[in-house]
């Protein structure tokens, strides 16, 4: 029927053709662009910090540092261990200090870990702590971020300062830089370093078994609720609680719920142009085909019938754009996984390039829906037909 390699309805199926392609690989890429941006941001988050928090009750579930200290309990660690998606659990401390050396000087938010802690793949390490010191280690890690504005390099001397309420004179530790890490996130890489948890035990003059809390690490996201609410309701008493992520840095998460509304807009958007390119090419076959309609018309064919020929050749149309649309989509996913070609400010979205997570389902279901959505909405042209009159169109040859 449209098989005139240089006809105009060639030229209108090849259009709609590209128009729709361009518009399932677009959506195919921002739900996959958009789903491994989210995905890396929160590894970075839960690489540092965990996935659930347990530390003693405070009206404010941001505050990581609490003023009173809890006990190391090994009985409950034993129990969290024990629950479905548990990977680890890990005591910590957090004490704020200042950061002294080459006549710098930078805030830091130290946090304590014992010689149990293993650092997760998410961050990137170099150099650890030595902890054959009976008393303390008397090294610190710091980020890249914060060691570059201090001028000091691994092995170098630091001059820690700690603040004593109601003491006009600081109490002072000389630390050596073991090494640095880098999460890509500012939030971390800009506030935090890591000591020795003892170290920050005898700066707060607390026992060999007090700790600020511990951070319990999953083996997926999705079961952060489900063990916190375990957590809290079989194995807790009072003050202790338990915080997810989300609580704690609600404002993270609120920044990536913002990238959902981003992609379904696109997503609207693009499927939008699809339906009008499909609708718009029909039309114009229908219209540059109405001499064709009309002697169907005049030898008995019903109007429904003919509504199904155009229909058809409009979602074989579809199947095709959609088609291509993937192999665009898709290859340039699996291109920029490969290469990372396609680069970002690190100091803004927290990656050094785009990150893209592509799963057959989303693809499966953007192809599903558009097909749907362009048949559909191909009923309104097709109706065109009704208006063609064999009388008019069958008098001129």
Known sequence: MFRGKDGFSAFIIRLAIVATALSVATMIITVAFITGFKHEIRDKLFSFWGHVHITPFTPNASTIITPDPIKIDHKLELQIKSLPHVQSIAAFAVRPGILHSNDLMEGVQLKGVDSTYQFPEGITLTGKLDYSDSSYSKEILLSTVMANRLKVNTGDDVQLYFLEPGSTLPRIRKVKLAGTFHT?????????????????????????????????????????????????????????????????????????????????????????????????????????????????????????????????????????????????????????????????????????????????????????????????????????????QPARVLQFK
């Open 184 to 388: 890509g996130m500012d939030e971390v890489d800009k506030e935090y370093g890591i000591c020795d948890l003892r170290l920050l035990q005898r700066i707060n003059s607390w026992g060999a078994n007090d700790i600020n809390g511990y951070q319990v690490m999953l083996d997926k996201e999705e079961a952060s609720d489900t063990v916190s609410m375990q957590i809290f309701n079989n194995y807790l008493e009072a003050p202790l609680t338990t915080h997810t992520m989300a609580e704690i840095f609600p404002n993270i998460y609120d920044w990536l719920q913002l990238q959902d509304v981003n992609a379904r807009i696109i997503i609207i958007i693009m499927a939008v142009v699809a339906i009008i390119n499909l609708a718009v090419a029909l039309l114009i076959l229908i219209v540059e085909h109405a001499r064709m309609v009309g002697l169907f018309k005049a030898q008995g064919m019903t109007q429904g019938s003919m509504q199904m020929i155009f229909l058809y050749y409009a979602g074989l149309i579809a199947a095709m754009g959609i088609f291509a649309g993937n192999l665009l989509g898709v290859g340039l996913c699996l291109l920029q996984q490969a290469t990372g070609f396609l680069k970002l400010s690190e100091t803004t979205y927290y990656v050094r390039q785009v990150p893209v997570r592509i799963f057959w389902y989303d693809a499966a279901l953007i192809d599903i829906g558009t097909l749907i959505l362009c048949i559909l909405c191909m009923w309104l042209p097709s109706l065109y037909i009704r208006r063609i």
